[in-house]
């Protein structure tokens, strides 16, 4: 390591001692407990007002900023919820600026499990692949993933033959392993009963797929506003039913708010 980035590291740590400074930035310089939106938000400025005072600091104001910037974008609908089994996790997975990706490509190549268990792997040599499509939406969607959380990600292909075999739409692609997503999509509602339904429908059916559901709302019809839709999201997620079987909560609402939901 550079001789003058540990100099640099050094005079902060000290410079945020001898000043007395809250930090709160991307690389969780602190541990805090507290996911009170209000408080992130006070310590970026604390930041950028105290840490743009002092010389010899190695850091970028401007990342404050930006950051403050996201929180208030996906935070001014909901900003606390009565989760007991979930943790939000929105702020550590946003990506700060844009992330370098890979395009996502369509893929004949599905891993999963028999009832008893065992590793299957379907590919060209032993299953019949539909043809590869995406549609409007599902296209905004993989847009998002990539530029606000930094996804790398294969396009699921869905299988014909052997018949009902469920095909989750996304290969997220990680370090040490892949996960599998669903993506399910909510448009306008026939009658107020079934706007009340509508993510439950969502949830309903993508637990064929995988126990990872992204819920996207952000459609050219959908009558759900941000709030409503998450109000009924809260509740699926105290529910048993659905909480035993979701690791994972994507919601992508309208005007870029996203918010992201991970079973402790």
Not at 5 to 25: A, C, F, M, P, Q
Not at 120 to 130: D, E, G, Q, S
């Amino acid at each position: 390591m550079d001789k003058s980035v540990i100099e640099n590291t050094l005079y902060l740590r000290e410079s945020i001692k001898e000043n007395g400074l809250i930090l709160y930035d991307d690389f969780n310089w602190i541990n805090s407990s507290n996911n009170n939106n209000n408080y992130k938000l006070t310590c970026i400025d604390k930041n950028i007002k105290r840490l743009d005072g002092l010389e010899r600091i190695p850091l970028n104001i401007q990342k404050f900023a930006q950051r403050k910037e996201l929180l208030n974008k996906r935070d001014t609908v909901i900003s606390e919820f009565n989760l007991t089994q979930y943790e939000d996790i929105t702020y550590d997975a946003i990506k700060n600026g844009k992330v370098k990706t890979i395009e996502p490509e369509f893929v004949c190549n599905f891993n999963t499990l028999d009832e008893k268990g065992n590793k299957i792997t379907y590919t060209k040599n032993n299953a019949k692949f539909r043809k590869a499509n995406l549609t409007k939406d599902e296209k905004k969607v993989i847009n998002r993933l990539r530029e606000e959380l930094g996804w790398n990600m294969n396009l699921l292909r869905e299988i014909e033959k052997p018949t009902s075999i469920n095909v989750p739409d996304i290969e997220r692609l990680g370090k040490t392993s892949n996960n599998y997503y669903e993506i399910k999509s909510v448009y306008k509602s026939e009658s107020n009963n079934s706007q009340r339904k509508k993510i439950q429908r969502c949830f309903d059916e993508a637990r064929k797929q995988s126990n990872k559901i992204i819920v996207n709302i952000d459609t050219d019809n959908c009558d759900l506003t941000n709030e409503i839709a998450m109000e009924q999201i809260e509740k699926l997620l105290n529910r048993e039913k659905y909480n035993s079987i979701y690791k994972e909560v994507i919601f992508m609402g309208k005007d870029k708010y996203l918010k992201y939901f991970k079973r402790k």
